[in-house]
């Protein structure tokens, strides 16, 4: 990295973190299409932070239309840290067809930690993934939705902790 986009970078974290301490959501969403995969990255998790349910949708098209790997894994662990529903028709797309492994992976578990009986089919479909990984995640998120299923506590923190 050249001593110029270090430099850059660190100021507009400083930026950042001012917007961050304002929980200016709107000024996070516009750095969701950053150039900077870092920023992008740090923009989905800070979103996630300060804009609850709202952060949702744009989390969501981050997951789907990001050409970065690294950015989408991280747009589906905050979806599954939000733990909304409405995030699980994303989450469930890209269990199906995200093109790397490790995205899949991810947005298998933050399907367990939603727990969310809307997820059981796709995790399914998941246990017949090419990637090792996938499946093994898919079924870690599948004994959490039986464990909520059979106790009925759904919204508990130890099935949120352990959802995959």
Excluded: W
Excluded at 46 to 53: D, N, T
Excluded at 86 to 101: E, K, Y
Excluded at 103 to 128: F, N, P, Q, Y
Excluded at 135 to 164: C, H, P, W
Aim: with cysteine; charged share 30%; net charge negative.
């Amino acid at each position: 990295m050249t001593e110029s986009i270090h430099y850059d970078r660190i100021k507009l974290f400083e930026e950042m973190e001012k917007q961050f301490e304002n929980k200016n959501k709107q000024y996070f969403k516009e750095l969701l299409d950053h150039h900077d995969n870092v920023v992008r990255t740090r923009a989905v998790c800070i979103l996630a932070g300060i804009g609850a349910e709202n952060a949702v949708e744009s989390i969501g098209k981050v997951l789907k239309y990001d050409k970065n790997a690294l950015v989408r894994h991280e747009a589906a662990f905050s979806l599954g840290q939000l733990g909304y529903r409405s995030g699980i028709p994303a989450l469930a797309d890209a269990v199906r067809s995200d093109s790397s492994f490790f995205v899949r992976h991810e947005a298998a578990v933050a399907l367990g930690v939603i727990g969310s009986e809307e997820a059981r089919k796709t995790l399914r479909e998941a246990l017949k993934d090419e990637s090792e990984e996938v499946r093994e995640s898919a079924v870690v998120a599948l004994a959490n939705l039986d464990y909520i299923q059979a106790t009925n506590r759904v919204d508990s923190l130890f099935t949120k902790m352990t959802g995959g």
